[in-house]
Nanobody, 115 residues
Framework: QVQLVESGGGLVQSGGSLRLSCAASGFSFSSFSMRWYRQYPGKERELVAYISAGGGSTTYADSVKARFTISRDDGKNTLYLQMNALRPEDTAVYYC????????WGQGTQVTVSS
């Protein structure tokens, strides 16, 4: 079955960096576009970044442009989110997402940025 497992979250100081990973299995990873979302307590999940199948197209939320980079390694079935210049407002749970016969989500990874 489709499985997404995020890792790489943690506690970092403002201005620091983290790299999130999402290990995918149970579907043909290279054939699907992928997304990173984040969720603040009590809020809806919001789209952070998108990458097309093959990686040729990416888009970002305005709030993370020029700071975050989404990428993928189809040989490893893994999605990444490089997060630089982190801010306290980036504190959230981060989820990877794919639409395979419906929306599929990982369990999420907590990112906490201290000021």
């Amino acid at each position: 079955q489709v499985q997404l497992v995020e890792s790489g979250g943690g506690l970092v100081q403002s201005g620091g960096s983290l790299r999130l990973s999402c290990a995918a299995s149970g579907f043909s990873f290279s054939s699907f576009s992928m997304r990173w979302y984040r969720q603040y307590p009590g809020k809806e999940r919001e789209l952070v970044a998108y990458i097309s199948a093959g990686g040729g197209s990416t888009t970002y939320a305005d709030s993370v442009k020029a700071r975050f980079t989404i990428s993928r390694d189809d040989g490893k079935n893994t999605l990444y989110l490089q997060m630089n210049a982190l801010r306290p407002e980036d504190t959230a749970v981060y989820y990877c997402h794919v639409f395979v016969l419906g929306p599929r989500w990982g369990q999420g990874t907590q990112v906490t940025v201290s000021s």
